[in-house]
């Protein structure tokens, strides 16, 4: 299985915001069809004192001819794993992880914010230099 370009990028971010990567990749089965979202990570939040906060993120880096088909295709990904997440580990919340580059010249503008909107996508953006989350969108 192929590695996303910025995949270890997102696993340096996300330990820097103290999650724990428990899936690398995070395997699901549904119905017979066997799928891998990038990672799983777990957190523990003292405040919500109800157990672990978990997600799952896939990691995309947009680096096709056409940034519009490489949406195209992200979003259906997206998609399918978060239906098939919500029949087979419905406490875990999907993320599509992003660099910064790419949440500005895909996600920052009006037609950005209608397919964030519409598509209901959670979005990791990540500092590729730094290897830092800058930014959660849910």
Known sequence: MARDLYHLHVIDALAQEGW???HD?????????KQY???????????????PVKIAVEVKSFLGDSPLSDL???VGQYNL???VLAMV???RVLYLAVTA????????DEFG??????QRLNLIVIDDLKRRVSQWIS
Do not use: C, H, M, N
């Open 20 to 22: 724990i990567i428990t």
């Open 25 to 33: 990749p995070l395997y699901l089965s549904f119905l017979g069809r």
């Open 37 to 51: 979202v990038d990672l799983g990570a777990e957190k523990d939040l003292v405040a919500a004192q109800k157990g």
């Open 72 to 74: 195209q295709q992200a």
């Open 81 to 83: 794993y978060r239906d």
């Open 89 to 91: 580990e419905p406490d």
């Open 101 to 108: 580059d790419v949440y500005d010249s895909l996600f920052a």
């Open 113 to 118: 914010a209608f397919v964030l909107r519409r």
